[in-house]
């Protein structure tokens, strides 16, 4: 009989720091084969770019959410991935979407299908500690489901927390009833995320279904046709309506010689960095992920025109 594959589930709301971990997590994979499957909320999937440990095996499910809308695309991406993990990798791990219910994606991956072929490790839910305590609505009661869904919490961006949110949010996830654990030693992630089962199926707690991302949020994307100027950018992104909890792409700009840099924006926190490597995708683009009907995209439209310094001329028809 086939040994089963070993999983881990890390989920978390928009920007709460999942890539940045995995990156974290492949840095010191020490010799374990990770496989690694990302599921992107838009059009194209951004992750899969900002992924540094390329040694490992990425796969991508995008432009829909992998707890609803790309149940069957999941189940038979991992099942095929079981098939394939005793000669090409030692441990898969998924990097769900920020919209992700982990109860319902738990309940995916236990279908009939799978049941043989995969051994649930752990469910864990990465918390922005610096901006938890600032969601609201449809954005707070997805991040209160993925974190009651989860084995345990991973508390990140203590640093931009400060102490007293941090604590606050440690104060939350206790009166919760739910295990935390701050991301400061990446070998105590790897025991506690790779090393280790949590919990048995009958032990995890499954909610009740969120409703359903699409109809909550929505997801749009703008494609610069030409250079940006940076400090414009920066500005336009770091004011963006409070509706729009994410924001991330590639774009090239002035300051950089006109190179591409990667875009990230969670809520007014804007990081521009030249971009590493050459597995990119073919054009410009932001993607942004907001509350639906929330935001004026041809406002948008209009700032983000405003931080282009240079239009490229269209390629020959």
């Known amino acids: 009989m086939t040994t089963p594959l070993p999983l881990t589930v890390l989920g978390g709301f928009l920007g709460a720091g999942k890539t940045t971990l ?5 840095a010191g994979a020490r010799g374990v084969r990770l496989a690694v499957l990302v599921n992107d909320f838009g059009a194209v999937s951004i992750d899969q770019y900002l992924i540094a440990g390329r040694d490992a095996q990425v796969v991508t499910l995008a432009n829909g959410c992998i707890c609803c809308s790309l149940q069957q695309d999941l189940i038979t991406q991992v099942e095929e991935l079981a098939a394939r993990g005793a000669g090409a990798f030692d441990h898969l791990l998924i990097e769900a979407s920020g919209l992700s219910d982990p109860s319902q994606l738990l309940r995916t991956l236990g279908h009939p299908r799978l049941r043989e072929r995969i051994s649930i490790n752990c ?32 508390l990140s961006k203590l640093d931009a927390a400060g102490e007293a949110p941090a604590e606050a949010a440690r104060a939350h996830l206790r009166e919760a009833g739910v295990r935390c654990l701050d991301i400061t030693d990446v070998a105590a992630l790897w025991t506690v995320l790779l090393g280790q089962e949590h919990a048995t199926a009958q032990e995890r ?30 500005a336009t992104l770091a004011s963006l309506p409070v509706q729009i909890y994410r924001a991330k792409g590639f774009v090239r700009v002035r300051e950089a010689e006109g190179l591409r840099c990667t875009v990230q924006v969670v809520g007014d926190r804007v990081d521009i960095r030249r971009a590493g490597g050459d597995s990119l995708p073919g054009e410009d683009i932001l993607v942004f992920v907001a509350a639906r009907g929330r935001v004026d995209w041809t406002d948008v439209t209009r700032r ?3 931080c282009l310094t240079a239009v490229r001329a269209p390629g020959p028809s």
Do not use: K, M
Request: proline fraction near 4%; glycine fraction near 6%; aromatic fraction near 8%.
């Open 205 to 234: 707690r499954y909610l009740p279904a969120a409703p359903a991302a699409a109809d909550q949020f929505e997801h749009w994307s703008f494609e610069p046709a030409g250079t940006c100027e940076l400090h414009a950018l920066r």
């Open 304 to 306: 983000l025109h405003g």
């Open 22 to 26: 995995v990156n974290r997590l492949l």
């Open 123 to 154: 469910c864990a839910t990465v918390l922005d500690a610096a901006r938890f305590s600032e969601l609201d609505g449809a954005a707070r009661a997805l991040a209160e489901q993925q974190l009651l869904g989860a084995d345990i919490a991973l």
